[in-house]
């Protein structure tokens, strides 16, 4: 599966980015997809995720209550709403999908896409 991120940009403190990630290649309800995030000199972390069917998901200590992950799987998409951006939001985000039958772990990835939140 190919993944596409996009969406990210410069947002004041307090703002809002929605991100989105498309998907192509294969039947998107076979994976499971996460947003991570690296944000420059750390490692990567993650954000939040969502199961195949969008019927769980799971967020970050640090984004719950702020963030809400969402999929539309007639659309292909996975959807990132970031409410109450803070600096330490700052970040380049990626989209990944971990095949729900075989994949122990994320397997594909997509380019990343840049969210500058300022103070």
């Known amino acids: 599966v190919q993944l596409q991120a996009s969406g990210g940009g410069l947002v004041q403190a307090g703002g809002s980015l929605r991100l989105s990630c498309a998907a192509s290649?294969?039947?998107?309800?076979?994976?499971?997809m996460g947003w991570f995030r690296q944000a420059l000199g750390k490692e990567r972390e993650f954000v939040a995720a969502?199961?195949?069917?969008?019927?769980?998901?799971y967020s970050a200590d640090s984004v719950k209550g702020r963030f809400t992950i969402s999929r539309d799987n007639a659309k292909n998409t996975v959807t990132l709403q970031m409410n109450s951006l803070e600096p330490e939001d700052t970040a380049v985000y990626y989209c990944?999908?971990?095949?729900?039958?075989?994949?122990?772990?994320?397997?594909?990835w997509g380019q990343g896409t840049l969210v500058t939140v300022s103070s």
């Open positions: 990944a999908a971990r095949d729900r039958y075989t994949g122990n772990s994320y397997e594909y």
């Open positions: 290649g294969r039947t998107f309800s076979r994976y499971n």
């Open positions: 969502i199961t195949w069917s969008g019927g769980t998901t």
